[in-house]
């Protein structure tokens, strides 16, 4: 139905979503080429109620603040959302009252970031194609970037799942412009992984990877890019010092790949890199990474890589299927299927050698034959001074989390030297397998598979050992929510870890990124999920991965390491968070008492502010059976076990009684059991 031609001064009534508003025609048409100007003019076809108003579906609260500012040309933003009034005058036209509500969202923004914010590195150049002569290269992810508008260009808002901030935005060329295709999975000019060491940072992405190098005087500089890679990455290691054999006195940097089977090792010194070489586990890569000069591939499968720089050697090994692994000094740890914990001595290793095999002991065997999913290695000031005699000596604490939802605590102190670890506490509280577990100096923090829901505990201790008194005393239940797409590469999770990071000694925390396409990550005390900050992209870019990394401090006598946030984005560029000064603030604030009730509640995102993010996903497709996306591929995590103990040769007798029980049935309590 057309609206009839009206006089300038005709009242006008309205039904906006239900509610009922009547004002002039010259006041909804005062300015030309808006949504009403269209409506009453008749060039846009309309509906009337029963009571002859024009219907019109939309928000009726912030059509009154939009019908407030066409009376007055004013506007009172006390109470106001400022980006969904924005929203809704874009869909009216309000050209002039857009203008306003865009430039006070970008007054609470900055190109240059907050006090948090410590740098920002362009992305590199693409390397050439080996199938393409390097004249006809005339592609970079660097030229991309200076093709895109300035950050500070207004764009669309990223919480419009159809639209991206300009500075988000890809520039379209023609594939024939390109040497990558740009319908490639995953995009190849996103970050997939970063990781970091020392001084040093690595930055994987789908066809090569890259370090950079800080200096006290010129800040972050790119030192190694590695050939175009034709299989994409999955896994990153990086270790800034490696001793290796013809040199003893210079320290190796070694950067080192995984994809599908396949580890790709290089070495730089100097500036000059060189490949050290491929090698193959057998299975796929499902972890990566360096203890001292060794590099370590692991498999879920079972099997064990080892890479050693004094011999140069590659070794694998079979061992039980893994479920989980911690490092602690030279020794690597693994929680198998079958309940059972083993250790590799990576520092006697290859010396204690027969037949090629690696000295894999077994350390402790779960009571239940629960398999070991989370593994945590605490090491006391007394354990490290007579490291590496820890394990096999006679100061030794160990967290650990089943598939049934235990954890429990395992110790061996000098009252017990010389029977092994001894149960020393169970805790009964989760009803899912446990994904991660966290053993420090002040707190146990454990996370479960369902949405990364995290229980902790304060540890009471007594002479830096564990102590019965008061006990572990229960801190804080809450969720780390973190969705990702059922159909994420595999890079995805070795990207996004959600922590908890930071040293043992100190207050850990949470890096929670909740949906995948989102441009902020909130970090959250690992101990009671309280917030920290919530870390915003500068240049509205998605953020695709991340890591947290404490650098040396300054030359300076007495400057300590600073803990950084590293953020990879979706358009090839690296961000920096100071994080050591976001934890000095909120210290300051619990000593100074001025945390309010709200400040006290604040954690991760808010009801509102989840229902935002969700707005930018599809959250009907899931592979669990709650209708949400999965939390990480930890929701696959009883599946897994099941089909590992199924191929494994070494069923326990007793293993059917514990699976047919289902997930948790025995959670609900806490269980304190003393020493054995």
Same mark, same amino acid.
């Given at each position: 139905m057309n609206?009839?031609?009206?006089?300038?001064?005709?009242?006008?009534?309205?039904?906006?979503?239900?509610t009922r508003f009547s004002t002039s025609k010259q006041? *909804?048409?005062?300015?030309?080429?808006?949504?009403?100007?269209?409506?009453?003019?008749?060039?846009?076809?309309?509906? &009337?109620?029963?009571?002859?108003?024009?219907?019109?579906?939309?928000d009726p609260a912030a059509f009154g603040h939009i019908l407030n500012y066409l009376r007055t040309k004013e506007l009172n933003l006390h109470g106001v959302d400022v980006e969904s009034l924005?929203?809704?005058? #874009?869909?009216?036209?309000?050209?002039?009252?857009?203008? &306003?509500?865009?430039?006070?969202?970008?007054?609470?923004?900055?190109?240059?970031?907050?006090?948090?914010?410590?740098g920002y590195l362009a992305p590199p150049a693409f390397p050439a194609r080996p199938d393409r002569p390097a004249a006809d290269h005339r592609y970079s992810i660097s030229s991309e970037a200076e093709l895109r508008p300035k950050p500070m260009s207004r764009g669309p808002s990223l919480n419009n799942k159809e639209q991206r901030p300009v500075s988000a935005v890809e520039p379209r060329h023609l594939k024939s412009d390109l040497d990558i295709p740009l319908d490639m999975y995953p995009d190849p000019r996103k970050v997939l992984i970063a990781t970091g060491h020392h001084n040093w940072i690595a930055l994987a992405y789908a066809h090569f990877i890259c370090c950079y190098r800080i200096k006290e005087s010129t800040g972050w500089q790119l030192v190694f890019t590695s050939p175009y890679l034709e299989r994409t990455v999955e896994r990153l290691a990086l270790n800034s010092r490696v001793v290796m054999v013809?040199?003893?006195?210079?320290?190796?940097?070694?950067?080192?790949?995984?994809?599908?089977?396949?580890?790709?090792?290089?070495?730089?010194?100097?500036?000059?890199?060189?490949?050290?070489?491929?090698?193959?586990?057998?299975? =796929?890569?499902?972890?990566?990474?360096?203890?001292?000069?060794?590099?370590?591939?692991?498999?879920?499968?079972?099997?064990?890589?080892?890479?050693?720089?004094?011999?140069?050697?590659?070794?694998?090994?079979?061992?039980?299927?893994?479920?989980?692994?911690?490092?602690?000094?030279?020794?690597?740890?693994?929680?198998?299927?079958?309940?059972?914990?083993?250790?590799?001595d990576m520092q006697k290793f290859p010396l204690r050698m027969k037949d090629n095999d690696l000295l894999v002991t077994e350390l402790y065997h779960d009571p239940a034959n629960d398999s070991v999913t989370a593994l945590s290695v605490y090491l006391t000031p007394k354990t490290t001074n007579i490291w590496p005699a820890g394990l096999s000596g006679n100061w030794i604490e160990i967290a650990y989390g089943t598939s049934s939802g235990k954890v429990r605590v395992i110790v061996q102190h000098p009252e017990t030297g010389g029977q092994g670890p001894q149960l020393f506490q169970t805790f009964s509280v989760h009803r899912n397998p446990i994904t991660k577990v966290m053993l420090s100096e002040k707190h146990l923090v454990s996370v479960c598979s369902e949405y990364n829901h995290v229980r902790t505990w304060g540890v009471t201790r007594f002479r830096g050992m564990i102590s019965t008194q008061p006990g572990s005393t229960p801190l804080a239940s809450f969720k780390v929510l973190s969705l990702e797409d059922t159909d994420a590469h595999v890079?995805?999770?070795?990207?996004?870890?959600?922590?908890?990071?930071?040293? =043992?000694?100190?207050?850990?925390?949470?890096?929670?990124?909740?949906?995948?396409?989102?441009?902020?990550?909130?970090?959250?005390?690992?101990?009671?999920?309280?917030?920290?900050?919530?870390?915003?992209?500068?240049?509205?870019?998605?953020?695709?991965?991340?890591?947290?990394? #404490?650098? #040396?401090?300054?030359?300076?006598?007495?400057?300590?390491?600073?803990?950084?946030?590293?953020?990879?984005h979706a358009n090839g560029a690296i961000q920096m968070w100071d994080l050591t000064t976001a934890m000095d603030q909120i210290t300051k604030k619990n000593k100074e008492g001025k945390f309010t009730d709200a400040d006290a509640a604040a954690g991760g995102p808010s009801e509102r502010e989840l229902i935002k993010l969700l707005g930018q996903c599809d959250?009907?497709?899931?592979?669990?059976?709650?209708?949400?996306?999965?939390?990480?591929?930890?929701?696959?995590?009883? *599946?897994?076990?099941?089909?590992?103990?199924?191929?494994?040769?070494?069923?326990?007798?007793?293993?059917?009684?514990?699976?047919?029980?289902? *997930?948790?049935?025995?959670?609900?309590?806490?269980?304190?059991?003393?020493?054995?």
């Open positions: 609206i009839p031609f009206s006089l300038p001064g005709e009242i006008i009534k309205l039904n906006v979503g239900g006041t *909804l048409t005062w300015i030309h080429d808006s949504f009403f100007s269209s409506l009453l003019s008749g060039r846009i076809s309309s509906v &009337k109620d029963e009571t002859g108003a024009i219907f019109i579906d939309r924005r929203h809704e005058a #874009e869909f009216y036209g309000i050209g002039p009252l857009v203008k &306003k509500l865009a430039l006070c969202e970008d007054l609470e923004r900055s190109s240059c970031g907050t006090v948090l914010f410590q013809n040199q003893p006195d210079n320290k190796e940097k070694m950067i080192a790949i995984s994809y599908g089977s396949q580890i790709r090792l290089w070495s730089c010194h100097d500036e000059k890199s060189s490949e050290v070489g491929t090698f193959d586990l057998g299975v =796929r890569v499902d972890s990566l990474f360096f203890i001292g000069s060794q590099l370590v591939a692991t498999s879920h499968t079972g099997k064990v890589g080892v890479w050693h720089a004094v011999t140069q050697h590659w070794w694998t090994q079979d061992v039980q299927p893994i479920a989980s692994f911690d490092t602690a000094g030279s020794f690597l740890l693994l929680g198998c299927t079958n309940g059972s914990i083993y250790y590799i890079s995805y999770a070795a990207g996004n870890d959600i922590g908890p990071f930071g040293e =043992r000694d100190d207050q850990q925390v949470f890096v929670q990124k909740v949906v995948p396409e989102t441009d902020q990550l909130y970090i959250r005390l690992s101990s009671t999920g309280q917030r920290v900050h919530v870390i915003r992209s500068v240049d509205g870019s998605v953020i695709t991965c991340f890591c947290v990394h #404490e650098c #040396e401090g300054s030359s300076r006598m007495g400057s300590p390491p600073r803990r950084y946030l590293f953020t990879g959250v009907t497709a899931s592979r669990c059976t709650t209708p949400s996306m999965s939390p990480a591929s930890s929701q696959m995590l009883p *599946l897994r076990i099941n089909q590992l103990r199924a191929s494994s040769s070494t069923h326990l007798t007793n293993q059917s009684s514990t699976e047919s029980l289902p *997930l948790g049935a025995e959670g609900g309590q806490e269980e304190f059991e003393g020493f054995l």
